[in-house]
């Protein structure tokens, strides 16, 4: 009883997809049903919702995340292909693109925009130029080729690390914090965020960071995560480790450009990437994204360090 009576006097309910289903809902209609980050939304949970509702408005980006799907076989089946996507290629009358974004330096947004959204973003005005120090540049690609940095796949797993990747990454972070000022990094909370898509990368880069005692300060402000782990989130700063170096070109899942997009759109103010280009730049993506930062930004040859 008191649910119902509840449930009559909401104007909003507010639910998963699959919540939809509790009992308190059942025989209950909705005027409108919006489902947000529809694009990682698996399309049979979808329709839960939708068969309560006369009106559906779904919400999110089919050029980033996609659902997490464990089963190959169901996958392969079609599980993969969210509604979202669907609708978008079927559709296209039905879809807006919100064109104005509010995150990124334009120099950082330009080209995702190109690539993902034919050119169609736009910067607005107050984030267009905004940056951390004067005469910076927003987009960095660090090439390691000559430092010849080995990718290491681990026996328990698919995973991948590469070391030295990694050291250059926490020593680049502590001369960039060093270039901006201690205090000033503490005073106006400039946070950074450390993305590899491979979580033994990842947990590489929390051991380096938590036994230098220089980001003692800064932890708060520092974030390590996968892609995954970033989805939704920005930094001020954000530092992509992309791992892979060998001589056949193999960058495995860093072919799923849409995890890179997210990766490249979380930075307001600075991206700096880190990677083999003679390995990466083999695909089509890397090599346009390492041409765009080399007109656009700044491509930094990596020296190996001096023989002892």
Not at 108 to 121: D, V
Not at 262 to 267: D, L, M, N, Q, Y
């Given at each position: 009883?008191?649910?119902t009576?509840?449930?009559?006097e909401?104007r909003?309910?507010a ?5 939809s ?11 409108s049903?919006?489902i ?6 698996l399309?049979a949970?979808?329709w839960?919702?939708?068969g309560k509702?006369?009106?559906v408005?779904l919400a ?7 659902p997490?799907?464990?089963?190959i076989?169901a996958?392969r089946g079609?599980?993969?292909q969210?509604?979202m996507q669907?609708i978008t290629?079927?559709?296209?009358e039905t879809?807006?693109l ?5 995150r990124m ?6 080209f ?10 736009q ?5 267009k130029?905004?940056?951390?120090l ?6 960095v ?17 698919m995973?991948?690390v590469n070391?030295?990747?990694?050291s250059l ?5 502590q ?9 000033r990094?503490?005073d106006e909370s ?6 590899s898509p491979?979580?033994s ?10 036994r230098?005692?220089f980001?003692?300060p800064?932890?708060r402000l520092?974030?390590?995560h996968t892609v995954?782990?970033?989805q939704?989130q920005?930094?001020?700063?954000i530092?992509?480790?992309l791992v892979?170096?060998n001589?056949k070109g193999?960058i495995?899942?860093l072919?799923d450009?849409?995890r890179m997009n997210?990766a490249i759109t979380?930075?307001?103010m600075k991206?700096m990437?880190?990677g083999d280009a003679?390995?990466?730049?083999r695909h089509a993506?890397?090599?346009e994204?390492y041409?765009?930062?080399?007109e656009?930004?700044q491509v ?9």
């Amino acid at each position: 009883k008191i649910d119902t009576e509840l449930f009559d006097e909401a104007r909003v309910v507010a639910c998963t997809l699959v919540g939809s289903a509790n009992r308190v809902l059942t025989n209950r209609n909705f005027t409108s049903l919006f489902i947000d980050e529809a694009a990682q939304a698996l399309e049979a949970a979808c329709w839960i919702a939708i068969g309560k509702a006369d009106r559906v408005i779904l919400a999110g980006d089919h050029h980033q995340l996609p659902p997490t799907i464990k089963c190959i076989e169901a996958a392969r089946g079609g599980l993969d292909q969210t509604l979202m996507q669907k609708i978008t290629d079927r559709k296209p009358e039905t879809v807006s693109l919100l064109k104005i974004q509010y995150r990124m330096n334009d120099d950082i947004m330009r080209f995702p925009s190109h690539w993902f959204y034919n050119g169609e973003l736009q910067s607005a005005p107050e984030v267009k130029h905004r940056g951390i120090l004067e005469f910076d540049t927003p987009v960095v690609w660090l090439d390691t080729a000559d430092c010849h940095f080995e990718e290491d796949q681990l026996t328990d797993s698919m995973s991948r690390v590469n070391k030295e990747e990694a050291s250059l990454l926490v020593s680049t972070l502590q001369t960039y914090i060093e270039k901006i000022g201690k205090e000033r990094v503490l005073d106006e909370s400039i946070d950074f965020g450390l993305i590899s898509p491979y979580k033994s990368q990842v947990q590489y880069i929390r051991g380096l960071i938590k036994r230098n005692a220089f980001f003692k300060p800064f932890r708060r402000l520092i974030t390590v995560h996968t892609v995954d782990g970033f989805q939704g989130q920005e930094r001020d700063v954000i530092m992509i480790s992309l791992v892979r170096a060998n001589d056949k070109g193999q960058i495995g899942f860093l072919g799923d450009l849409r995890r890179m997009n997210v990766a490249i759109t979380r930075a307001r103010m600075k991206l700096m990437i880190l990677g083999d280009a003679p390995t990466l730049t083999r695909h089509a993506f890397y090599k346009e994204l390492y041409e765009y930062i080399r007109e656009t930004g700044q491509v930094i040859t990596v020296q190996p360090p001096p023989p002892i």
